[in-house]
């Protein structure tokens, strides 16, 4: 195992393969790690092919070196900055709820209309 490697310890690497769950990146001739690909950037990743390519040049962060395994779990997205959430949409005036909900209200009445008709059709096939 390489001592000159610490976890939180923040690096340049190059992404020697990609798979579906993650990039592995190579941090010497010796060393390489696996980024999850929850790890790839901030917010969903659905194909990791659309953030990393072979050969690219990534900062990373080590999260975790399992000596045993030897084995290094490694982020990109813990060396960027998070991006600032956007404010949550405050809950709707009431009168404008009870506007929307006007059409559900109609259709409760029709509801009614349409048993009574049906209740009615039973009765005259008997």
Do not use: C
Not at 87 to 111: C, I
Request: proline residues 3%; aromatic residues 6%.
């Amino acid at each position: 195992m390489s001592e000159k490697f610490q976890e939180g310890q923040v690096l340049e690497g190059k992404v020697t393969g990609i798979q579906p769950y993650g990039a592995f990146v190579a941090l010497d001739d010796q060393v390489q790690g696996l980024v999850h690909i929850s790890e790839v950037t901030h917010g969903f990743v659905k194909d990791i092919n659309e953030h990393l390519s072979e050969g690219d040049e990534v900062q990373v962060k080590i999260l975790n070196i399992d000596e045993e395994k030897n084995k290094y779990s490694l982020s990109i997205r813990a060396t960027q900055e998070a991006p600032k959430q956007r404010p949550r949409k405050q809950a709707a005036p009431k009168q404008q709820q009870e506007d929307s909900q006007a059409g559900f209200n109609t259709l409760k009445d029709k509801l009614e209309d349409w048993i009574k008709q049906s209740d009615d059709r039973e009765k005259f096939r008997k």
